[in-house]
Nanobody
Framework: QVQLVESGGGLVQAGGSLRLSCAASGRTFSTYAMGWFRQAPGKEREFVAAITWGGGGKYYGDSVKGRFTISRDNVKNTVYLQMNSLKPEDTAVYYC?????????????????WGQGTQVTVSS
């Protein structure tokens, strides 16, 4: 089993920045990639970003390209999401997820483990 714990959410004004962290523990040796998704009330879960654990390849959703940056610390088994130039439409619960095998990074169904989520609220 793998446990994922997110932190770093909060309330920020439009144009501001936040940094989310996700610490993985347990059987993390099987990690292929980790990703961030978000879900706003009444909307489907949306792909935000993903990073492969071996090669460090990075992938982003269209709505966050150029504003968000995903990174990882393999030693700490932690993935980060630096969010800059935040907009009110970025408001959502942000979830960290881990996938053990290859496949589409943008699909929530491809991920095996999920964190509990952290709220990000951007005020206008």
């Amino acid at each position: 089993q793998v446990q994922l714990v997110e932190s770093g959410g909060g309330l920020v004004q439009a144009g501001g920045s936040l940094r989310l962290s996700c610490a993985a523990s347990g059987r993390t040796f099987s990690t292929y990639a980790m990703g961030w998704f978000r879900q706003a009330p009444g909307k489907e879960r949306e792909f935000v970003a993903a990073i492969t654990w071996g090669g460090g390849g990075k992938y982003y959703g269209d709505s966050v390209k150029g504003r968000f940056t995903i990174s990882r610390d393999n030693v700490k088994n932690t993935v980060y999401l630096q969010m800059n130039s935040l907009k009110p439409e970025d408001t959502a619960v942000y979830y960290c997820a881990l996938k053990s095998y290859g496949g589409p990074y943008y699909s929530p169904g491809e991920y095996d483990y999920w964190g509990q989520g952290t709220q990000v609220t951007v005020s206008s």
